[in-house]
């Protein structure tokens, strides 16, 4: 059965207080990893995707890494507006109908940034 | 752009009536999919369609319907509303290989 866990589930830092978020996997054949960040209230909003072990993708103060069996998402001296629930998914093969991909989530770490 | 569009935001139901969530998406995405959200569990797929004319089960279907109308529309039905049934519901659309989803704002809809 595919798994993503995600830790820890919450983490509160002061600003500019730079820390990591995990999601570890199980999952056969991955197809690709993605990130999320979900604000209260609102829908997931993308942020990345990955797709092998060794690949890093970056946006302003957010860094997304994989490994074979991991991604970690640092957060570089973080602000209050980068306050937020950040969801992990991962991309596995679906039943043969049609050519849709199902993600499974994690939990989420809700993330507060303190001023 | 619109994007994804979800109707209605909020919902209260009582036990055993039923009720349809819309969704429509303006990308011209070939896949749309409904997801639950509830505390602690993350996000869980109740149904997809990965193209139009095409619907499949996904982690939770069982209690919901679904009817993909056109491109567009995507929408979800309970025919018989159950407190278990409480929770979050998001609407996504995607390209084919859903390498990039959008969401809906969701409908938080409650079953009493």
């Known amino acids: 059965e595919d798994q993503v866990t995600q830790s820890p589930e919450a983490l509160r830092l002061q600003e500019g207080e730079s820390s990591s978020l995990n999601c570890s996997y199980t999952?056969?054949?991955?197809?690709?990893l993605f990130w999320y960040r979900q604000d209260p209230g609102k829908g997931p909003e993308f942020l990345f995707t990955?797709?092998?072990a060794g690949e890093e993708k970056e946006k302003e103060r957010l860094k997304a890494t994989l490994t074979k069996k991991e991604s970690f998402l640092h957060i570089t001296a973080p602000k209050p507006e980068d306050s937020a629930t950040y969801l992990c998914?991962?991309?596995?093969?679906?039943?043969?109908?049609?050519?849709?991909?199902?993600?499974?989530f994690g939990s989420g770490t809700q993330l507060t940034v303190l001023p | 752009n619109a994007g994804v569009t979800q109707t209605p935001k909020f919902q209260v139901l009582k036990t055993g009536q039923s009720m349809t969530l819309q969704c429509a998406q303006d990308?011209?995405?070939?896949?749309m999919y409904w997801y639950r959200q509830d505390p602690g569990m993350g996000l869980r797929l109740i149904y997809y369609?990965?193209?139009?004319?095409?619907?499949d089960k996904g982690e939770v279907p069982n209690g919901y319907n679904v009817s993909r109308l056109n491109k567009r529309e995507f929408s979800l039905r309970l025919e018989s509303a159950a407190p278990s049934q409480t929770s979050v519901y998001f609407c996504?659309?995607?390209?084919?290989?859903?390498?990039?989803?959008?969401f809906g704002q969701g409908t938080r809809l409650t079953v009493v």
């Open positions: 998914a991962v991309q596995v093969g679906g039943p043969s109908s049609g050519s849709a991909r199902q993600l499974t």
């Open positions: 999952v056969s054949g991955l197809r690709g």
């Open positions: 990955l797709y092998s």
């Open positions: 990308m011209n995405h070939n896949s």
């Open positions: 369609s990965a193209s139009e004319g095409t619907t």
């Open positions: 996504a659309s995607a390209t084919v290989w859903n390498t990039e989803a959008f």
